[in-house]
Every structure is written in C-alpha cells, then in structure tokens.
C-alpha cells in the first residue's frame, strides 16, 4: 500500500519548512555531541587522574570564573541576534557598538576578579594560580561576538566548526598533561586554549563571509544606549542564572572542602551535559520565531507551545534513564571513588526539566519584551539557591547542594511566572506540556485548527 499524495504533500511542506532550522540545529547537535562523548571521556580521565581533592580545586576555579563570563557578556546574546535580524542595514553599528560594551566590561569585570583572587585566596597556592589562569580566558570574549552575526543569519555551522575546534584543543591539551604527568596548575591553561582558538576561526570565518568588514563597525551612542537599556536587565538576569547555576561548587568549597567540590562536579558532569540541547534547538529557531511573531501570532503561539512540549519530552525522557542506572554509571565511568556522585546525580538530573524550558522563555523574553521578567525570575533563583544552599549544605553536603539547585531551577523558571501577570501565559504553556500525555488528542485538534486558518 503506498502513502497518500496528500499525506506525502504535508511531508515535503513540513520539511521544507523546517529544512533550515533541521540544518543549522543538526550542526550544533554534532558540535555538543562531539563535545559531550569527548569531553565525558577526558572528564573521566581528568578526574580519576587528579583524584576528588584535586578535581574539586579545578571545578571550583571553573565555577567562580563562569560566574565572572556571564557578568562580562552584558546581557547582549540573544538581544543582538534580534536587533541584527531586525535591522540589517544597521549590522555594522550593531557589531561595532557590541563590541565596544563587551570590551568594557569585559576589562571591568577581569579587574574586579583579580582583586577579588587576591581577598580569598592565598597568593602562591593552587588555587590562586588556577583561578588566575582560568581567569585570563575572559580577555578573548569580546571576540567572539561574531557568532552573533552568524545567528542571525542562521549559518550555525561556522559558529559550530570554530567552537568544535577550540573544545578539540581544550581536550588534547588535557589529554597531553594526563600522559605527561602535569601538574594541577597546567590544567588552568586548558579553557584559555579553548576560547582563543575558538575567537581566531570565528573571526577568520567571519572576515571570509561577511560582506560587513570590521574596518566598518563603529561605536553608536545611540545603539550602545540601546543595547544597554535592555542588555543591563539581562546581564542582571544571567548573573543570576549563573549564580544558581555554579554558585554550589564555591559554597562547598567554602562550607565543605574540596573533595566534596570534586563528588560533586562528576554528578553535575553528568547532569548537565544534556543542556546543550535546549539552546541548540533554541538557538535555530528563534530567528524564524521573531519572524513568525510579526506574520502570524496564532501560529507563533502554537509553535512555541511545541517548542515547549518537545523540550520536556526529551527533559524528562533523560530524568528517568539517568535516575535508573546512576549507580552503574558512576561505577562504570569515574570509578568507586566516586560513588557518592550517584545519589547527588539522581536529585540534581530533575532540574533539567526546567532548565530545558527555560531556554524558550528566554527567548519568549526577548521576542515579547518583557526583560523585567529575566531579571525578577532569575533574581529570585538565585536567592533561593544561596539560601538553601547555607541551609543545606552544612547538614546535606554535595546533597544539599543539588536539592538547592532542584528547588531554585523550579522556582525561577516556572513557578514565579505565575505571580506575574505577563509571564503567567507561559506558566500554563509549561503546565501543559506536563500535562502531554492526557491532552495529546486535543493538541492534535487545536493543531490542525491553528494551521488552517
């Protein structure tokens, strides 16, 4: 028996229309899984090599400099790619004015941190020399603001080979230090590699196909105060975000001691490594989203509801497989030095559930306008964590520490959106994609309605 014309019509028509977003999110999917198979690979090695003590002082250093990264970015991410798809004719002020703020804080932000190494750490240990290598990584940021440009014009796949390749040099050079021996030290070098290789091809890449040369680019006050406007709001949001995000790591260092760092960031290895996925569907579609937004608001709607569906459906499809082998996991993988990082992987795997989602209501955000609303979410988040985390730890450990990331994840990105009267729209959306299975039939209907007219 063979298809039905008009079965195989909706086919190439849905093909079509989404062969784009299918290429530029297959280019991220093979940049990420590259990364995870690699990167769990030589995270297996790294750890067993360093051991718990010594694996935690290199988690901890990662933590308080992702911290420093997301203050550094500004907010500008998500923003810019919007206002480059918006105004094309305006790229080059964009870029140039990007740039200049990036550069800014970026400056800013690497001297507040070196001071701050100085306050907590004792000049000449570990962990003072670690954090100020890891550190130096921030000086390559601005460059890589290209990639923004590459967003916009949905041409991932140079973004996905300049990345790849820096996470490729990251990778060997820690492959090398393990065969050689190296000290703890020389593992602080490993992101600077990265970030720099990543910062040339980008540019490279972008000088080849763009038809803005940088000579171009020039500071606007007017889109500077633009993008500030908005970007403070967000910057304000992801340092949050990135507070409940690794703020854990540094508590328990600081609550606990590094062995307990180290348990803890093998489990955390493990639970995060899936979020990846989120921002690269994410991360594709939203281009069209901005567009479909402007043409079509019912249709943009449903769509975003889809988008939310099929995130908790991978989310939760993880959650489950993760919960019923991570003993055998962690057994298999890092070893019985390890084994505490099982039960911490068990609580912390749930927040993916949320953080999933979150990646649409980011750009929910940005396309509706409301960034007031990245900033109250992700405060309350982060004050959340750090509260629970004083609570917790203490008593809890590593334990504490993922029950507090668990409840904050839920608290900034799905129940404080029904306190407000704008975002209460998405807190039903996500409500209804935990709902799936029992409103499948009905989704199925309201599909075809939304499509037909």
Known sequence: MGLNPVRISKIVSFYNRFKGHFFNTSWMMAEKILQMGAGFFIAILVSRYLGPERFGVLAYATSIVGIATAVSHAGLNGLVVKELVKNPDKNHEILGSTFFIKSLSTISIFSILIGLIFFIEEPGSEEFW???????????????????????????????????????????????????????????????????????????????????????????????????KGGWIICLGSIFAIIYLKIDQAMLKWLIDSKEVGIYSVATTLSEVWYFIPNAIVVSIFPSLIRLRESNFNLYRHRLQQLLDFLFTIALIFSILINLVSDELILLTFGPTYIDSAGILSIHIWAGLFIFMRAAFSKWILMENELTLSLMTQGLGGVVNIILNLILIPKLGGYGAALATLISYATASYLALFFHRKSRPMFWMMTYSMLLVPTLGYRYWHGRNVRSR
Do not use: C, E
């Open 130 to 228: 670690i954090l100020i290598i890891t550190a130096a990584s921030l000086l390559a940021q601005p460059f890589q603001i290209v990639s923004y440009w590459f967003q916009s014009q949905t041409k991932i796949k140079y973004q996905t080979i300049a990345n790849t390749a820096g996470t490729i040099s990251n990778y060997g050079f820690k492959l090398i230090l393990v065969i050689t021996g190296a000290n703890l030290i020389a593992f602080g070098f490993s992101n600077l590699i990265q970030i720099i290789v990543a910062a040339l091809l980008l540019i490279l890449f972008y000088l080849k196909h763009s038809k803005i040369p940088i000579k171009s680019w020039k500071n606007s006050k007017f889109r500077s105060k633009k993008l500030l």
